[in-house]
């Protein structure tokens, strides 16, 4: 089920690709810098919600999704609030990355 799940996902992500990012090398970047925190789904990781004193917002809901790529980037190279940024990423990478972001709408 979860195979058949994952290639239905694979299909829909290289058939919607971004212009910029590659969602689908975005997600290996997201499960190895971002899944910690963040979750596989974006809904945020309690445990660590709790120890940052912070409300992580789901990746994926409409408040995240409203905002423009640049933004989004800009937070991971730059750090938002509780969230510092995001050590040994490329610019590529996080182009990748905010494609896959893009993926988690809900
Ligand atoms: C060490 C934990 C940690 C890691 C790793 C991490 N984040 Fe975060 N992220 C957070 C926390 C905590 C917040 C909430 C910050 C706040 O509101 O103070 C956040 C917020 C964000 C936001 C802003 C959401 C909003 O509130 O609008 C985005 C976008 C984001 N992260 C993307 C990413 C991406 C993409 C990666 C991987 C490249 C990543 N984060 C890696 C902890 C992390």
Do not use: W
């Amino acid at each position: 089920m979860k195979v058949v799940f994952s290639l239905a996902a694979t299909f829909f992500i290289v058939a919607f690709q971004a212009a910029g990012g590659s969602a689908d090398a975005g997600k290996a970047v997201y499960d190895q810098k971002c899944k910690a925190c963040h979750a596989a789904d974006g809904a945020g990781n309690p445990g660590m919600a709790k120890m940052l004193k912070v409300t992580i917002k789901h990746l994926g809901s409409q408040e995240v999704q409203a905002k423009p790529d640049a933004e989004l980037k800009k937070s991971v190279t730059d750090g938002i609030g509780k969230m510092k940024p995001v050590a040994g990423v490329s610019a590529k990478q996080v182009d990748d990355v905010v494609a896959y972001v893009r993926t988690l709408k809900k």
